[in-house]
């Protein structure tokens, strides 16, 4: 017979799902809202369905927008440099970049990076989406932004050689990001350092 009862232990399960979340502290959050008012439970129940339902993907660059809207307010905005875009791999990357008030340009999220040991080829991100934009003929540099690590690096490779018969100008940042790092993790100087020293793609 099972120790704790079955809504319980499902919240502990779904808790234990989420990165970064072990077994001892998906017990926590469990017995902590166990403990709470009804209505802490009730605002985080709201909170993530709101999550799922009052949010969508923009059109443009897949970034997170509000449902119902086509576009972020990134792309809709008039003070945004359209023959700027910043390719990064998730949205998080994108807050990053934007803490930093260093980057006017615009964004394009590709939720993910290349990964053939998990299975993740080109067809599971944005890529092709990207290309189409590019060959619009709107954009003049992209930034590839994609995290220092062997999957970040192929994903830039790979996005130039889709590019390589255009006449859009490639640059990545630069190596003031450790390697094997996240964008998210990045303090805002790093960050500034690496889009100021971006290079050519060789």
């Known amino acids: 017979m099972p120790i704790l009862p079955e809504p319980v232990q499902n919240l502990i399960t779904a808790f234990e799902r989420l990165p970064g979340v072990g077994p001892k502290s998906a017990s926590r959050l469990t017995f902590f809202l166990l403990r709470a008012?009804?209505?802490?439970?009730?605002?985080l129940a709201e909170a993530l369905i709101a999550l799922k339902s009052s949010t969508a993907f923009c059109s443009r660059c897949f970034n997170i927008t509000m449902a119902g809207k086509d576009l972020c307010e990134?792309?809709?905005?008039s003070?945004?440099?359209?023959?700027?875009?910043?390719?990064?791999?998730?949205?998080?990357d994108v807050l990053a970049l934007e803490r930093?008030?260093?980057?006017?340009?615009?964004?394009?999220?590709l939720h993910g990076a290349l990964s053939p040991i998990e299975g993740i080829g080109p067809?599971?991100?944005?890529?092709?989406?990207?290309?189409?934009?590019?060959k619009s003929g709107s954009v003049k540099e992209?930034?590839?932004?994609?995290?220092?690590?062997?999957?970040?690096?192929?994903t830039a490779l790979y996005i130039k050689q889709q590019l390589q018969n255009t006449p859009v100008r490639l640059t990545r940042l630069a190596r003031g990001l450790p390697m094997g790092g996240d964008l998210e993790y990045a303090d805002q100087n790093t960050l500034l350092r690496a889009l100021a020293g971006r290079q050519e793609m060789d």
């Open 123 to 134: 067809e599971d991100l944005k890529i092709k989406p990207l290309v189409d934009r590019i």
């Open 74 to 77: 990134i792309c809709a905005s």
């Open 100 to 109: 930093t008030a260093g980057f006017m340009g615009q964004y394009h999220v």
């Open 79 to 92: 003070t945004r440099d359209e023959s700027q875009v910043c390719v990064v791999e998730e949205p998080l």
């Open 142 to 154: 992209l930034i590839i932004a994609t995290n220092p690590s062997m999957e970040g690096d192929a």
């Open 37 to 43: 008012p009804e209505e802490a439970s009730s605002k």
